[in-house]
Nanobody
Framework: QVQLVESGGGLVQAGGSLKLSCTASGRTFDPMPMGWFRQAPGKEREFVAAITVTGNSQYYADSVKGRSTISRVNAKNTAFLQMNSLKPEDTAVYYC????????????????WGRGTQVTVSS
């Protein structure tokens, strides 16, 4: 069983930055690809970013590309999402996901999920 716990969300003004963290437990001996999704009120959950086990490859949604960086430290079983130049439309609950099987942009293809952390960007 794998548990994912997100942290780092909060309230920030437009143009500001936040760094989200996701710490995994339960399968720390076997790193897995990690990802971030978000869900805004009244909208479906959408892909934000993903990173391979080695960290050598990262993938981003067009909406955050150039403003966000996904990274990981396997020794700490932790993945990060650094978000800069935040916009009000980035307001959402951000979820960490682990171990995709298929198209990593589809939330249904990920095996493990955290409970989410709220990010609110004020204008």
């Amino acid at each position: 069983q794998v548990q994912l716990v997100e942290s780092g969300g909060g309230l920030v003004q437009a143009g500001g930055s936040l760094k989200l963290s996701c710490t995994a437990s339960g399968r720390t001996f076997d790193p897995m690809p990690m990802g971030w999704f978000r869900q805004a009120p009244g909208k479906e959950r959408e892909f934000v970013a993903a990173i391979t086990v080695t960290g050598n490859s990262q993938y981003y949604a067009d909406s955050v590309k150039g403003r966000s960086t996904i990274s990981r430290v396997n020794a700490k079983n932790t993945a990060f999402l650094q978000m800069n130049s935040l916009k009000p439309e980035d307001t959402a609950v951000y979820y960490c996901a682990g171990d995709p099987d298929g198209d990593f942009r589809n939330d249904s293809d990920w095996a493990f999920w955290g409970r989410g952390t709220q990010v609110t960007v004020s204008s």
